[in-house]
C-alpha cells in the first residue's frame, strides 16, 4: 500500500470509529473539507503539518498513525481449545496423551509445545532425555517429576524448567488427572 493511502485509510478508519464527519474534522484541525477528504482518499501527499493537525483533532498523536506502515507480516497459528493434535510419543504406550499445539513450518524446528494429559491409567515414565531446554507447566493435578538424580514436587500453577539432556519423566502420579504443558525449546541449552 502506498503511503498516501495507508495514511488516509487510518485516518478515515478512526474518524468513522468516532462518528465523525469530513466536515467536523477539518473545522478541528482548521483545513478545508476537501483538503481532509483528499488525504482521506490518499489523492494527495500533504505536509507534516496537516497530518499533525488532522491526528490531533482525531485525538492521536503522528506516531500511532504511521506505527503498523512498515510493519512485517508474521505467520501465527491458533490452536483452539480442545483441537491440538494428538500425536504418538514415546509415552502414549504408558497412557500419556500428547496434543501438539503449534508446529514449525520450516526446515528448523526452535520449539514445540504439548498439552499432556495422564489419567489413572497412566503409568511414570522416567526415561525421557532429548535436545533442548523443556519447560513444564502444571494445569491440574499433582506429580513427582524426576530430573536426573532429583525428584521434584509439581502441583496445579508450578513451573518447572530444566535440560532435557538428562534424564527426566514422571516419576509417580500423585493427584490424577494430570494436565500440563510441556514447552520444548531446542538450540543451544548451555
Known amino acids: 500500500m502506498e503511503l498516501e493511502q495507508y495514511i488516509g485509510s487510518v485516518l478515515r478508519g478512526r474518524r468513522v470509529n468516532q462518528s465523525l464527519t469530513i466536515a467536523e ?92 494429559s495422564m489419567d489413572d491409567e497412566s503409568e511414570a515414565f522416567p526415561t525421557f532425555q532429548h535436545e533442548g531446554t523443556q519447560l513444564i507447566h502444571i494445569l491440574q493435578g499433582r506429580i513427582d517429576y524426576r530430573h536426573g538424580k532429583r525428584v521434584y514436587e509439581l502441583e496445579e500453577g508450578d513451573t518447572f524448567t530444566f535440560d532435557a539432556r538428562v534424564p527426566h519423566g514422571p516419576e509417580r502420579l500423585v493427584r490424577v488427572p494430570i494436565r500440563f504443558l510441556a514447552i520444548t525449546i531446542f538450540g543451544n541449552v548451555d
Open 25 to 116: 474534522v477539518a473545522e478541528r484541525a482548521d483545513l478545508s473539507r476537501g483538503m481532509v477528504s483528499k488525504i482521506e482518499n490518499g489523492q494527495v501527499a500533504t505536509s507534516l503539518d496537516s497530518l499533525a493537525r488532522i491526528t490531533a483533532a482525531l485525538g492521536m498523536t503522528l506516531s500511532q498513525l504511521f506505527r503498523d506502515y512498515d510493519s512485517a507480516e508474521a505467520d501465527a497459528q491458533l490452536v483452539k481449545a480442545g483441537s491440538g493434535l494428538e500425536v504418538v510419543r514415546m509415552g502414549t504406550k504408558r497412557g500419556h496423551t500428547y496434543h501438539l499445539l503449534a508446529h514449525h513450518r520450516g526446515h528448523h524446528k526452535n520449539f514445540e509445545p504439548f498439552l499432556i
